[in-house]
């Protein structure tokens, strides 16, 4: 069997830009595309050239929901941790839970929209 990959979360926002903005800011990723989506719509695809977050609004803004309805987090690998907590702090947002344990380093922070981003670094420290 072919190995798989996880190539995108579509996720709902109310404001897909300012949205695609903070994960530019954090995770330094870019608008891959963006453009009208289901019924009238709108969707802004933003990652790197082999993954991407898909932040969709429907008409009139997103409907947001609370923590772990129905996602629990979207889970983000980075070489340097301490770097991207430094931008996480810069866009104004608080690092949470942090946790040193097997296989690497995390914390989580919560985006503008309520939607829980784990940051996870490998790297040896």
């Given amino acids: 069997m072919t190995a798989l990959r996880l190539e995108h979360v579509n996720i709902t926002v109310q404001n897909p830009a ?4 903070l994960m530019e800011e954090v995770f330094g990723w870019n608008i891959r595309w963006q453009g009208p989506a289901l019924n009238g719509g709108h969707t802004i695809h933003v990652g790197s050239a ?4 898909a932040l969709y609004a429907p008409p009139g803004g997103g409907k947001t929901f609370p923590k772990g309805q129905p996602l ?4 983000v690998e980075v070489d ?3 770097a991207v907590e430094a931008r996480v702090l810069a866009a104004g947002l608080t690092p949470i839970n942090h ?3 097997h296989p690497g380093r995390r914390f989580y922070f919560l985006d503008t929209n309520g939607i829980e981003f784990e940051v996870v670094s490998y790297a040896k420290s």
């Fill in 50 to 53: 082999d993954h991407y977050l």
């Fill in 18 to 21: 300012s949205a695609a903005r």
């Fill in 80 to 82: 340097d941790l301490d």
């Fill in 99 to 101: 946790a040193d344990y």
């Fill in 72 to 75: 629990n987090h979207v889970g």
